[in-house]
């Protein structure tokens, strides 16, 4: 992929563009003074892939285009008017964490404090850590972030947990609007495990 990554790096700096790509997603970013036919610039990018053997899903290729702070979908039969790139949402305005991430980390936090409050607040390994391993691994409590900032000392099993990644969201994107879907966790893991 790297000979096709700079062919189309090429023709986007030709056209005063930006593409990046992670693994299989990529996104490729025209002003629209040097865009021309969308449509165009779409089969110009779907010729140069399929040198390397690579076809674009249709359902997944998604043209946008923004004018002032609104985002339209130009693809046939996009209805969305947010851009979801590698995790993250821009709508136009606002960078945040997808809403799919957040719901996979909440449902995996109810999940292990289901497990928890059904063992007795006990581990597999029937020491009463259970219910510390959960604030460790989903709350600010358990973030590096968190224990650095207080200058506490960190355990070689402190590993960095979600919220430790949406800390380095915020400050990389310089919007605090990240984090507001995580602003009541701890409140959501005490009532988990109230609940069981």
């Known amino acids: 992929m790297l000979e096709i ?25 025209i002003p629209g003074n040097h865009m021309g036919d969308a449509e165009e610039l779409v089969d110009d990018i779907k010729a140069i892939l ?46 945040s964490i997808r809403s799919k991430t957040i719901s996979k980390y909440y449902h995996k936090m109810y999940r292990k404090a289901k497990g928890v409050v059904s063992n007795g607040g006990m581990t597999h390994k029937k020491t009463r850590a259970g219910r510390q391993n959960l604030y460790r691994l989903y709350s600010y409590k358990g973030s590096r972030y968190y224990k650095l900032s207080k200058h506490m000392k960190l355990a070689e099993k402190d590993r960095p947990n979600f919220l430790d990644y949406v800390n380095r969201a915020e400050r990389i994107f310089k919007e605090e609007s990240i984090s507001t879907d995580t602003k009541r966790h701890m409140t959501k893991i005490k009532r988990a495990l109230e609940r069981g």
């Open 5 to 29: 990554d700079k062919e189309i790096l090429d023709y986007c700096k030709e056209r005063s563009g930006f593409y990046m790509r992670y693994s299989d997603d990529f996104m490729v970013v």
């Open 50 to 95: 399929e040198k390397g053997m690579v076809t674009l899903e249709k359902r997944k290729t998604q043209i946008y285009q923004k004018e002032g702070s609104v985002i339209t979908n130009l693809s046939e039969g996009g209805s969305k008017k947010i851009i979801n790139f590698l995790g993250f949402s821009y709508d136009g305005q606002d960078v």
